[in-house]
């Protein structure tokens, strides 16, 4: 019946529709994105919370789409872990971090640059070489942030990359900690340096005595481990001085710096040292 495609197409609004169109097109901008150097990283910095030092920045990505202006990372990284863009992506962004740190060292700047990988990507025999041959080449100081949960899909391949990984002197952190489900099982399974405590588990910090108390039992789990911990998305000062008190080691978040380009983030590290 002729009608029956046309009744089964209305099934889907517009917005559908629409937002379909666009992932579509936002794939295929993205292969050129690299090449046309519309992304670029932007860091954070870290702050010991013991004796107020930065001495690590996360990096994370930028696409200034030329039409599109700003497009988040929440909405193209899942579209790079889809078309596989992901792997390119990743290896570019270690390489212009490692680049970043020559340049911050040469103006007195020595800070551990951490890098968000997607789990999956642990699961990639030819991505684990290229960045064990890069972190080897040169002496970075890198820290891996793993997110996602697929690792758990291939728990030997992931143990063995992160033993790899740790093998030649990168760190390993399990980002979002506390985000998803599977916290738990990531904690048994990875051999990480760093716990990174999500956001979720820390804006109601100040308000929730319940929330600071699976803080603190984490935080001591982490320890017991041998790990270190990092609150991230950390807005105002008195989550701050929760987190001091409950011994968290590191703290991240607007309340000490926004994401910032390289230039100005050396100097938001010359003030810092200053002060
Ligand atoms: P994430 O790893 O959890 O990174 C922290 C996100 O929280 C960043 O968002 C950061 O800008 C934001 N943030 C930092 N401090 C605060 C705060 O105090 N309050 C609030 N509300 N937000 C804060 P961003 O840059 O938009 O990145 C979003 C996510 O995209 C990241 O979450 C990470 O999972 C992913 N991502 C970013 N860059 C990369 C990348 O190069 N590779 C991969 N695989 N993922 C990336
Ligand atoms: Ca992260
Ligand atoms: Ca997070
Ligand atoms: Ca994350």
């Given at each position: 019946r002729a009608g029956g495609a046309v009744d089964r197409v209305c099934v889907y609004d517009e917005a559908t529709f629409a937002s379909a169109d666009n992932n579509l097109a936002l794939m295929t901008e993205m292969i050129d994105a690299l090449g046309r150097n519309e992304i670029s990283l932007h860091y954070q910095p870290k702050m010991q919370?013991?004796?107020?030092?930065?001495t690590s920045v996360e990096a994370l990505c930028r696409w200034h789409h030329p039409i599109r202006g700003f497009v988040p990372p929440d909405l193209f990284i899942p579209i790079a872990e889809q078309t596989g863009q992901i792997r390119a992506l990743t290896e570019w962004s270690i390489l212009r971090a490692i680049q970043d740190q020559i340049r911050l060292r040469a103006s007195g700047h020595d800070v551990t640059i951490a890098l968000n990988i997607s789990g999956?990507?642990?699961?990639?025999d030819a991505f684990k070489d290229k960045v064990i041959q890069f972190a080897s080449a040169v002496d970075a100081d890198l820290c891996l942030e793993i997110t996602e949960t697929a690792v758990i899909d291939n728990p030997d391949k992931a143990r063995s990359a992160i033993a790899a990984f740790r093998a030649v002197g990168l760190k390993i952190s399990i980002d979002?900690?506390?985000?998803?489900?599977s916290s738990l099982a990531y904690l048994k399974l990875l051999n990480a340096d760093e716990l990174k405590i999500d956001r979720s588990l820390v804006t109601e910090l100040a308000d929730s005595q319940r929330d600071r108390l699976i803080m603190k039992s984490t935080i001591d789990l982490a320890h017991s481990l041998g790990m270190s911990v990092v609150a991230e998305g950390v807005e105002t000062e008195a989550i701050v001085a929760c987190l001091s008190l409950l011994g968290c080691d590191v703290i991240q978040g607007y309340w000490l710096s926004r994401p910032l380009p390289l230039v100005a983030l050396a100097t938001f590290l010359d003030e810092h040292a200053a002060t």
């Open positions: 919370t013991a004796d107020g030092q930065v999956r990507l642990l699961a990639d979002d900690y506390g985000s998803g489900l």
